[in-house]
């Protein structure tokens, strides 16, 4: 029997700062989801390095001797990648790439890395191409020269690795090229989405990892590939579901992330246009994270920069299987109780019982609390279904039953 291969992670660190709008708190949570992003591109974190400033070094993002900390522990420890929690402009990343001599990059390019791995669809494969074109346009002068000593790995994928010699002509045309071709695509699905009439169109939203594909699976019955790893699914797909005896079509749609690039929210467009046709919007939350809640405020601020934050939505809390919550000693007076230390229950209590019952708390995963989601998101289905035709409402009981 052949020895499994052994998978080769490049060896990255990671640099961020603490300022006046992010604190050491706020970017630890950043570097903690940042390391998770380099961990889905393919690299292995060895170190982080953060820097206090009132505001990044226009030239190198970090200070003079942070930046002397960050070359001795590359060249010490056979470095392949440093990665920059914040997007970088052109100059910096030029500037930065000259002191250390290795491969450069931010936050926005690793998460386009990431979606050009996942793109398994030749739509998919088109719009992330059209946003790294977008994000290397302004980078071609410092970044061709470098790249020609690089064998490939996190950043390399799509464009960059076979076209050194691109200059920004040829750049801009591709761009046009390519948003010619998604014009097309877009008036295809637009087409697509006309021809399936008045059917309820429920679409999933969330953050990235939260368990959208594996609850479209569980309540579609179908094989949508689901990871524990970060943007696992970007092709949107799109299942019609029965629940009790009404039909309805559910969408499975890419994650958002915080500090998503906008040159993905722009070359998405598509994608997003089936969370703007959607009648009911379920916002999936993976309540186990110890930041769901910057995640809800991530979520909503992309959903309102797309004029969906008056939809109708359900909040679904998943993942309650592996939610758990710290403890008191109860003969330590001194420590203070947080929001680390408050059950599900205690959740309940705050602002998430001003949802009522557009609150749902489960796990698609152990299938806990199934039957209530089904006869929740039934009847939410089969008001909007009442309305758009009334002649059916004999049809349809108020009352959820398996048909």
Not at 217 to 232: D, T
Request: aromatic share 8%.
């Amino acid at each position: 029997m052949l020895e499994k291969e052994k998978i080769a992670y490049e060896k990255a660190v990671l640099v961020g700062l603490i300022t006046r709008e992010q604190n050491e708190e706020k970017l630890t949570e950043f570097l903690d989801e940042l390391e998770f992003l380099t961990h889905t591109a393919g690299g292995k974190v060895m170190k982080r390095f953060t820097q206090k400033m009132d505001m990044p070094n226009s030239k190198t993002f970090i200070g003079t001797g942070k930046m002397e900390e960050v070359r001795a522990y590359v060249e010490q420890h056979d470095i392949d990648t440093v990665v920059f929690d914040d997007e970088l402009s052109p100059s910096q990343q030029k500037n930065i790439e000259k002191l250390l001599e290795v491969k450069i990059i931010d936050r926005t390019y690793l998460i386009l890395d990431i979606f050009a791995q996942r793109a398994q669809t030749s739509y998919a494969r088109t719009q992330v191409e059209l946003a790294q074109y977008q994000y290397l346009l302004p980078r071609l002068v410092g970044l061709w020269t470098h790249l020609e000593r690089q064998k490939g790995g996190i950043g390399m994928r799509g464009p960059g690795e076979t076209e050194i010699e691109t200059d920004r002509r040829i750049v801009r045309d591709r761009i046009t090229l390519l948003k010619n071709k998604l014009k097309t695509i877009d008036k295809q699905m637009a087409t697509q989405r006309g021809n399936r009439g008045k059917m309820v169109r429920v679409a999933l939203v969330g953050y990235t990892n939260v368990g959208k594909s594996t609850l479209m699976n569980v309540i579609s019955k179908s094989k949508v590939f689901a990871e524990n790893k970060l943007f696992a699914t970007l092709d949107t797909t799109v299942r019609k579901v029965v629940i009790g005896n009404l039909p309805f079509l559910l969408t499975d749609t890419v994650g958002f992330i915080r500090k998503l690039p906008t040159q993905l929210v722009e070359s998405f467009k598509s994608t997003l246009d089936e969370v703007r046709e959607a009648d009911l919007l379920l916002h999936i939350v993976d309540i186990a994270h110890p930041q769901f809640e910057d995640h809800i405020e991530s979520v909503n601020t992309i959903l309102s920069e797309i004029k969906c934050s008056d939809k109708r939505t359900i909040m679904v809390f998943n993942k309650i299987d592996a939610y758990t919550h710290e403890t008191i000693d109860e003969d330590d007076l001194s420590t203070e109780p947080t929001k680390a230390h408050y059950t599900l229950n205690d959740w309940k209590e705050t602002w998430m019982s001003k949802v009522g019952d557009n609150a749902l708390f489960i796990s698609a995963i152990e299938k806990e609390n199934m039957e209530d989601f089904r006869k929740r998101v039934y009847k939410e289905v089969r008001d909007i279904h009442v309305t758009r035709f009334p002649y059916n409402n004999f049809l349809y009981p108020e009352e959820f039953y398996e048909g």
